[in-house]
């Protein structure tokens, strides 16, 4: 049904509209294969397994309605407590800023933060924070997507989304921008007013998009105009809800611009046409990219063995993958796993 409106809609040529929107949405929300179980990879972190985590209980607002939101103050530093956070999923959002020199493995990427940082996680992103100081001050927030139902849709953003920059290096003026933001967040979450969180979405807002104008001025991307463009959005899109890899996504299964074609209901060569067009890349360069990158996280950060990687990536047999790994990254997965 889905994929049947997202067609009209391209055949339609609407710009970049609601329409255009709501069919992303429906194509996310829609089941689009039955991945079989992976055992023994970790769940993503929900919000009720990070606070037994970190306070051994959940606390009783769960069930309120308005979504949830809480605010911390990063612990001090003690010994024989651990530095990091495990590398994994979370299924909430979280803004951080941090002090102290730090390194951040988002995704196949490694950030060290010198001085101080602004961070956005989100529920797509597996990432890891090690506190390489033995003193370091900060405040964070989390929230669920249902804390912004009908407040905006938190993913049209940069720093929400896959390939978006996520980590801010701040000066000291700019950290305490953002730090007089989070203590008036607390002040209000603290207080008994009856629109608090109403007060609290907006400073969430103020705090991204004081991330966002940090970003180096670019052009104003173009509207999404014709239906070439639409096409690559919801290829990519497709693309993208197939990872990362966990128990939730345990095996892609549509690897192949003609898959991809058929769930957009295209021809194959005009998604190919489509895609060049927009992102100067074939679509095979795209979905091998992709597939590189959640190798890349894989091999790195998960104890499965190069056959079960092979197989999670939707290759039959693991000299397949070797085979593939090599060709687009001059080495192979063991010798990269070892770096």
Not at 44 to 71: C, D, M, W
Not at 129 to 138: A, F, K, N, V, Y
Not at 212 to 237: D, G, T, V, Y
Not at 278 to 284: A, E, S
Request: aromatic residues 12%.
């Amino acid at each position: 049904m889905a994929r049947a409106k997202a067609r009209a809609m391209i055949d339609a040529g609407k710009p970049d509209s609601f329409d255009l929107r709501m069919s992303l949405f429906e194509l996310r929300m829609t089941p689009l294969i039955t991945f079989p179980t992976f055992v023994g990879m970790e769940r993503a972190e929900t919000l009720q397994s990070f606070y037994k985590r970190k306070f051994a209980e959940v606390p009783g607002t769960f069930s309120s309605g308005i979504g949830h939101f809480n605010l911390f103050r990063l612990e001090p530093f003690a010994e024989g407590k651990p530095t990091n956070i495990p590398y994994r999923r979370r299924d909430f959002y979280k803004i951080m800023l941090v002090k102290g020199q730090s390194e951040v493995h988002f995704a196949d990427k490694t950030i060290e933060i010198k001085t101080q940082a602004l961070s956005f996680s989100n529920p797509q992103i597996p990432y890891k924070w090690e506190h390489l100081d033995t003193i370091r001050e900060g405040v964070y927030c989390i929230f669920d997507q249902q804390f912004f139902l009908q407040y905006g849709q938190l993913t049209q953003y940069e720093v929400f989304q896959p390939n978006g920059k996520h980590i801010y290096e701040l000066t000291d003026e700019q950290a305490d921008t953002v730090s007089d933001i989070f203590d008036r967040m607390e002040k209000d979450f603290n207080s008994e007013y009856k629109y608090k969180y109403d007060i609290i979405r907006n400073l969430i807002f103020e705090v991204l998009h004081f991330g966002l104008r940090l970003q180096p001025p670019i052009s104003q991307e173009k509207q999404l105009a014709n239906a070439s463009q639409r096409i690559s959005a919801l290829f990519l899109e497709l693309l993208e809800r197939q990872f990362p890899i966990d128990d939730q996504h345990a095996a892609i299964q549509i690897k192949s611009a003609s898959q991809f074609a058929s769930q957009l209901n295209v021809h194959v060569n005009h998604l190919n046409r489509s895609v060049k067009e927009n992102l100067q890349k074939t679509t095979t360069q795209v979905i091998a990219e992709r597939i590189i990158q959640e190798a890349k996280i894989l091999l790195r950060h998960s104890k499965w063995s190069v056959s079960e990687i092979a197989f999670a990536l939707g290759f039959s047999e693991p000299t397949h993958f070797n085979n593939f790994f090599k060709k687009h990254t001059s080495t192979s997965p063991t010798a990269f796993r070892n770096i």
